[in-house]
Nanobody, 122 residues
Framework: QVQLVESGGGLVQAGDSLRLSCAAS????????MGWFRQAPGKEREFVAT????????TYADSVKGRFTVSNDNAKNTVYLQMNSLKPEDTAVYYC???????????????WGQGTQVTVSS
């Protein structure tokens, strides 16, 4: 079992930055690829970013490319999502997830955090 806890969400203005954290615990938690997803009210959960085991490879959704950066600190078993130049359309609950491969499909992830709310005002 892997437990994931997100933090760092909040209410910001358009153009501001936020950094989300996802702390992982449990056996072999450092052996998983990590993904970030988000879900806005009335919309399906969508892929945001993923990072491979060890942090060697990252993938981003087109909507966040150039503005968001995913990184990890293996010593702390923590994954980060640095979000810059935030837009109102980035408003959503953000979830981190752990899976065997760094893919963009939510169904392929085995473990999920509880989510953290990000609200961007215009």
């Amino acid at each position: 079992q892997v437990q994931l806890v997100e933090s760092g969400g909040g209410l910001v203005q358009a153009g501001d930055s936020l950094r989300l954290s996802c702390a992982a615990s449990g056996r072999t938690s450092s052996s998983y690829a990590m993904g970030w997803f988000r879900q806005a009210p009335g919309k399906e959960r969508e892929f945001v970013a993923t990072i491979s085991v060890g942090g060697g490879g990252t993938t981003y959704a087109d909507s966040v490319k150039g503005r968001f950066t995913v990184s990890n600190d293996n010593a702390k078993n923590t994954v980060y999502l640095q979000m810059n130049s935030l837009k109102p359309e980035d408003t959503a609950v953000y979830y981190c997830a752990a899976g065997k491969v760094p893919v963009t499909t939510a169904l392929m992830y085995d473990y999920w955090g509880q989510g953290t709310q990000v609200t961007v005002s215009s």
